[in-house]
């Protein structure tokens, strides 16, 4: 099932052409300044299965581990499109508001709930401190 996105503009496009690999929230406050929210909701998708269609800038941000977060977004309307972190083998992450269909979304877990709104009520979704082993 094709699956697809963009920013808010139109200026990227893509077409995701697998099933996702997983669906998290993260709550990292990084996260949470580029969403401009309590939480980031992100797809992890295989790189090969994406087609992208479009420019995106790249902001490198740091992680807890000290490795490289590449940020990307629209130059133009500054939607947060795609995340690409140094440490995974093939694997990159769809900021889920993207997604022309969010209809079958389902977050199985949840990353730094250290830094979590303690106003925020998600607990029937396993979360992790940090980043879990595997991930």
């Avoid at 690409?84 to 079958?104: Q, V, Y």
Wanted: net charge negative.
């Amino acid at each position: 099932m094709t699956q697809t996105g963009g920013c808010l503009c139109g200026k990227v496009r893509y077409s995701l052409n697998a099933d996702p690999v997983m669906c998290v929230i993260c709550h990292c406050k990084n996260c949470q300044r580029q969403a401009g929210s309590a939480l980031s909701i992100i797809v992890g998708v295989q790189e090969a299965d994406l087609d992208i269609h479009g420019e995106v800038k790249t902001y490198n941000d740091k992680g807890d581990s000290g490795a490289t977060v590449r940020r990307q977004f629209c130059d133009t309307c500054g939607s947060p499109v795609f995340t690409r972190l140094e440490t995974t083998d093939g694997l990159m992450f769809i900021k889920a508001g993207t997604l022309d269909d969010t209809s079958n979304l389902e977050p199985k877990i949840q990353c730094y709930t250290k830094s979590k709104q303690q106003w925020l009520d998600l607990d029937s979704i396993p979360g992790f401190e940090t980043v879990p082993e595997g991930l």
